[in-house]
């Protein structure tokens, strides 16, 4: 069953890491590529590049390990059963590979959507503005000396979440998202204002515990730190930031046909595919849902977390552990469904639990590699490493 089992790089960062990522090609031994990048290497600003920074996504795998394997197979239709954020859709774009994504998650295919869309770059600009124009007018006193009001949220979760100020900020905002032609683009900006302008600690932006209503010692910013009460100056922020990064990624973006698919990787249609490269979600780690919980509450997307495959609500008991088993070789085989023989699985995964070798071996796939390299976690307080797996998988 495995052919071919390989192991680069090593945990002390020792040696030189492989950066030259337009020199790969189909020639290329990827056992012999140091992957282990630290933040000198692969510095934020590049692994956040264009739109892979237009909104904060727990999990995603960094773009520059995507386009290695992309380069690497260099496949006529890549498919991301598990999409996520887009990255692997974005990297193909920019290659000129057609791809496909699948997600369960309505914030998820909204926001893969936007990033790999393609704009009129001066109508996007006179939106962005003008929204926020319109915004600072809805938000003065009128000629009764009252700011214009806005409807009232019904969504408990919104009214615990924030200030009724920044709330009515926001909502106003959304109240304008109508009357724009790139409305999916400025829900996005809207989503990304709210979830810096929730109540809570800097320090727990990626899980927030409980609303924070009074003055906190800041882990982040080592000081006193407030809750916020304002939401435009995010508002007018991320509106200009999502402008350039989308202006910057059109400058490569390709003609390459990108498809999003909103649905369960177990059951869903995908069309023809020769390669899968995906990092699907890990046992017991994520509720991808609640992580976008603003999101889904004030644009009024819907949810299927019941349907969420490894969510950390469902615990990482054993049972727990197979029924992820059970799921994500179900997901596997219905994509394998649309990939002919000799099709390549490429599968980034954090394989704390050992789990994927019984999933190759339930698949009957061919491993031809399985490699490992070292994860420098640099977000938040998650300042520890930690392994993460590269399987490269073949279809019989």
Request: charged residues 25%; aromatic residues 10%.
């Given at each position: ?71 690497k197979y260099r496949p006529k239709v ?104 790139y409305q999916d683009l400025l829900k ?209």
């Amino acid at each position: 069953m495995k052919s071919r089992i390989s192991v680069t790089g090593n945990p002390a960062y020792d040696g030189r890491p492989f950066t030259a990522f337009a020199t790969v090609t189909p020639e290329t031994d990827v056992a012999s590529l140091n992957l282990n990048w630290g933040e000198r290497d692969l510095p934020e600003r590049e692994r956040t590049k264009h739109v892979h920074g237009l909104h904060p996504y727990l999990g995603k795998f960094i773009p520059q390990l995507v386009e290695v394997f992309l380069r690497k197979y260099r496949p006529k239709v890549v498919c991301d059963p598990f999409c996520g954020s887009g990255t692997t859709l974005v990297e193909a774009n920019a290659l000129g590979i057609d791809a496909v994504g699948c997600d369960i998650s309505a914030f998820n295919c909204l926001l893969t959507k936007v990033k790999t869309y393609r704009y009129d770059l001066r109508l996007l600009e006179r939106s962005v503005h003008d929204i926020l124009v319109q915004l600072d007018l809805r938000l003065q006193p009128n000629l009764f000396g009252a700011p214009q009001e806005v409807e009232e949220s019904q969504s408990e979760y919104l009214r615990a979440w924030y200030t009724p100020e920044v709330l009515r900020q926001l909502l106003l905002y959304r109240s304008l998202i109508s009357a724009y032609p790139y409305q999916d683009l400025l829900k996005v900006v809207l989503s990304r204002a709210a979830r810096s302008s929730r109540l809570t600690k800097h320090f727990e932006l990626d899980f927030p515990k409980a609303p924070v209503t009074g003055p906190y010692y800041c882990h982040k910013h080592r000081r006193t730190c407030y809750p916020v009460t304002d939401a435009t100056a995010f508002l007018r922020r991320y509106s200009l930031d999502a402008l350039r990064r989308i202006e910057t990624f059109a400058r490569i973006r390709t003609e390459a046909r990108t498809e999003i698919l909103q649905g369960d990787a177990r059951s869903v249609a995908f069309p023809p595919c020769d390669m899968v490269l995906t990092s699907p979600p890990y046992v017991g780690l994520i509720d991808y849902h609640e992580q976008h919980r603003y999101a889904f509450e004030l644009l009024g997307l819907p949810q299927s977390r019941e349907a969420e495959i490894g969510a950390s609500w469902k615990g990482d008991s054993q049972r727990a552990v197979e029924t992820y088993l059970e799921d994500m070789t179900e997901a596997f085989a219905n994509v394998m469904r649309a990939m002919p023989s000799g099709g390549v699985l490429v599968v980034i995964v954090h394989d704390r639990k050992d789990l994927y070798d019984r999933i190759a071996q339930r698949l009957g796939v061919k491993v031809e590699y399985r490699l490992q390299r070292h994860v420098n976690r640099r977000t938040g307080r998650r300042a520890d490493a930690f392994f993460e797996d590269v399987l490269v998988w073949r279809r019989l």
